[in-house]
């Protein structure tokens, strides 16, 4: 049975960084494109970035573009992305998830999300101003 475990939220002021982690089981990573997730309260969930299977091609929102950075960690079977320079408007519980696609060109179509398994609980990050 797939399943992803988001980890590694807190609460930092704007400008610090923090690492977000993706634990896989009951697949490995490199079998699917994945990404990350955000939803704010009162919002509709986003995308934040995507990472093809073997990690050759990344895609992130505008919102985060030079800010987070996406990798995969095969050996570990784990996604991270680190976020650096956080901002108050990137507070949001963080979601994992595997993407139905072979790259990220089409990534940001919601009908895409969630290729196996079902969304988890997700990790709060709040960036306090």
């Known amino acids: 049975q797939a399943e992803l475990v988001e980890s590694g939220g807190g609460l930092v002021e704007t400008g610090n960084s923090l690492t977000l982690s993706c634990a896989a089981s009951?697949?490995?990573?490199?079998?699917?494109?994945m990404g990350w997730f955000r939803q704010a309260p009162g919002k509709e969930r986003e995308g934040v970035s995507c990472i093809s299977r073997r990690g050759v091609d990344t895609s992130y929102g505008e919102s985060v573009k030079g800010r987070f950075t996406i990798s995969k960690d095969i050996a570990k079977n784990t996604m991270y992305l680190q976020m650096d320079s956080l901002k108050p408007e990137d507070t949001a519980v963080y979601y994992c998830?595997?993407?139905?696609?072979?790259?990220?060109?089409?990534?940001?179509?919601?009908?895409?999300?969630?290729?196996?398994?079902?969304w988890g609980q997700g990790t709060q990050v709040t960036v306090s101003s």
């Open positions: 009951g697949f490995t990573v490199d079998q699917y494109t």
């Open positions: 998830a595997t993407i139905d696609l072979t790259d990220c060109t089409f990534w940001r179509n919601t009908a895409y999300w969630v290729a196996v398994g079902s």
